[in-house]
């Protein structure tokens, strides 16, 4: 009896201990993108420590003395500054409800703290609140000591909806620091206006649709990857972009426009494509002054 008490106290100790070390890692890049959502949502990741580290997060956040004071008062309250807190950033978008999965430093005491004290409550370590848009609701739990899961949905309790899996496809994850994997469904809307919704129209053919951003040669690119079903699905969706870009061209040059590189008509009609097999590639260089103008609001 002796030795079997023995045996199971070892076990005991030995699951626990699996338990704990599984809850003390973090998760990888992959991991805090498998823990969304998956279905028809458009996902997008954040790699903010390489931003931070080439100083394109400065270029992009601008200066701190012009952030909004509602983020300065929620910096104060919760001790999460995204300039110096935040690693990584995984989200999903879904049906007008937002999930995302960040890895950082947080403190934990004070996020507890700043949803009692805005109408909120928490229940064990998942805490909710009211948004601020109507019939929605912020709601997030540590899912690892150094990951925060949050949702901005119409359950109060959307945080649920996050938390480690397997996905039955993996996500392909692109090396530059910022990308966004698009649902091809979507990229048909009309909504998205004439000139977007020419050139996003032809990607509405292809199975998958990855965006991403990252340094080129001569400052940084715009990289398009999307796989299509057939080879002969891919050459037409190439001949497609390529017809758009030509298109956008001859009209500025009708109304004697020339491309602005500081602007959306100089990133689109700077725009190549090429294909391989069932996969097509685009890249659109971007200037230094486009990011900053996109930062400033001033994209046109």
Request: contains cysteine; glycine residues 8%; hydrophobic residues 40%.
């Amino acid at each position: 009896m002796r030795n079997i008490a023995l045996i199971a106290l070892l076990c005991a100790a030995a699951a626990g201990g699996t338990y704990y070390w599984r809850k003390s890692r973090t998760l990888d890049s992959v991991q805090l993108i498998e823990s969304l959502p998956q279905a028809r949502a458009t996902h997008v990741f954040i790699d903010v420590d390489g931003l931070r580290r080439t100083g394109l997060l400065n270029l992009i956040a601008g200066a701190k003395s012009a952030e909004d004071p509602d983020y300065k008062t929620f910096v104060d309250q919760t001790g999460l500054d995204y300039r110096t807190d935040l690693d990584a950033v995984a989200a999903a978008f879904s049906e007008g409800n937002t999930y995302l999965a960040l890895r950082g430093r947080f403190a934990w005491k004070k996020l507890e703290a700043y949803a009692q004290t805005h109408g909120g409550k928490c229940v064990g370590t998942s805490c909710s609140m009211p948004a601020t848009r109507a019939g929605y609701f912020i709601s997030y739990l540590p899912l690892r000591p150094s990951v925060l899961a949050l949702a901005v949905s119409t359950d109060e309790r959307g945080v649920n909806m996050i938390g480690p899996q397997e996905w039955r496809k993996p996500p392909h994850l692109p090396s530059e620091p910022v990308w966004i994997s698009v649902p091809t469904y979507a990229l048909s809307d009309t909504n998205l206006g004439a000139g977007t919704h020419a050139f996003l129209e032809p990607l509405s053919q292809a199975q998958d649709v990855t965006f991403a951003v990252g340094s080129a040669p001569k400052g940084f690119q715009i990289r398009l990857e999307a796989a299509c079903a057939t080879p002969e699905i891919a050459e037409l969706l190439t001949r497609r972009l390529s017809s758009s870009t030509d298109l956008l061209k001859k009209m500025l040059e009708r109304e004697k426009m020339t491309p602005n590189p500081n602007d959306l008509s100089g990133v689109l009609t700077a725009g190549t494509f090429s294909q391989q097999k069932e996969r097509v590639t685009g890249t659109w260089p971007i200037e230094r002054g486009f990011i900053e103008s996109l930062a400033g609001g001033k994209v046109q």
